[in-house]
């Protein structure tokens, strides 16, 4: 699995940023690209891959149409069995660039974010420091938890957490992999395993959501029901 090896600011303005990052991460910090795989600290902080990058904004392009319509994610909350008088804790196991956690969070959902890879978390929360002020978006920010270690940690231990989310991102078909983010994400993690079966064998949780691109032959598990949308299902399993 690539991860970065620096994290860049041109600006001083970004230093202090910059350093944060680097101290909780344990990145070096520099003002000069020195590697293939960096993040460049700025106003639209970049990831940084084999001289190609991705940025993750919420404030603009497809997903901000999703945050607009939030209320309208009826396939996300039904498969997470969505109460709005009674939010859940979710433990989402394959975090990536945040996009369904930030989701889950606008529903009043609890949200506990682990992704390992330290690059694509560090566009997380570029994106959640470059939101707009307006109140709805900060309550959304506390109710996000974000953790850089291995899920596989995780797969025994709910901590209190009602249900499980997972979406192997990686695994995307040739269709998705025109997506320019999507096709970057595939090139910079490389193969990686995939964390579902660990979660369904450990039998810790009651709810298993994973996220899989539709019609997928799904061998890690037996789902006890699917949550159909347009072009991904989501497959659920329930634990007595």
């Known amino acids: 699995m690539s991860d970065i090896k620096s ?3 041109r600006d001083n303005k970004f230093k202090e940023l910059s350093k944060h990052y680097g101290e909780k991460y344990q990145i070096e910090v520099s003002d000069k690209p020195g590697h293939n795989n960096f993040v460049l ?8 891959h084999k001289g190609s990058f991705i940025t993750n904004s919420f404030n603009y392009g497809p997903f901000l149409n999703r945050i607009k319509n939030f209320e309208r994610e009826h396939q996300l909350k ?3 069995s969505y109460k709005s008088i009674k939010p859940k804790r979710i433990l989402d196991a394959t975090a990536g660039l945040g996009h369904d956690a930030f989701m889950f969070a606008l529903l009043g959902q609890s949200v506990t974010c682990i992704e390992r890879n330290k690059g694509i978390l560090i566009l997380f929360e570029e994106a959640l420091r470059m939101l707009p002020k307006e109140t709805y978006y900060k309550n959304a920010k ?9 899920a596989s940690e995780y797969t025994h231990n709910p901590q209190g957490h009602d249900l499980v989310y997972i979406d192997p991102m ?3 078909s040739k269709k998705l992999r025109r997506n320019k983010s999507l096709s970057f994400i595939n090139s910079y993690l490389g193969k990686e395993d995939d964390v579902t079966a660990d979660f369904v064998k450990k039998n810790s949780f009651r709810r ?7 019609n997928f032959k799904d061998f890690a598990f037996k789902e006890s029901f ?3 949308g347009s072009s991904v299902d989501f497959k659920v399993l329930v634990n007595s």
Not at 142 to 150: M, V
Request: charge should be positive.
């Open 7 to 9: 994290i860049i600011f």
């Open 41 to 48: 600290i700025d106003d639209n902080t970049k990831l940084f």
């Open 78 to 80: 039904k498969a997470i």
């Open 142 to 150: 506390r109710r996000i938890e974000i953790i850089n270690k291995d």
């Open 170 to 172: 990686f695994e995307v």
């Open 208 to 214: 298993i959501v994973v996220k899989r691109p539709k």
């Open 226 to 228: 699917v949550v159909s």
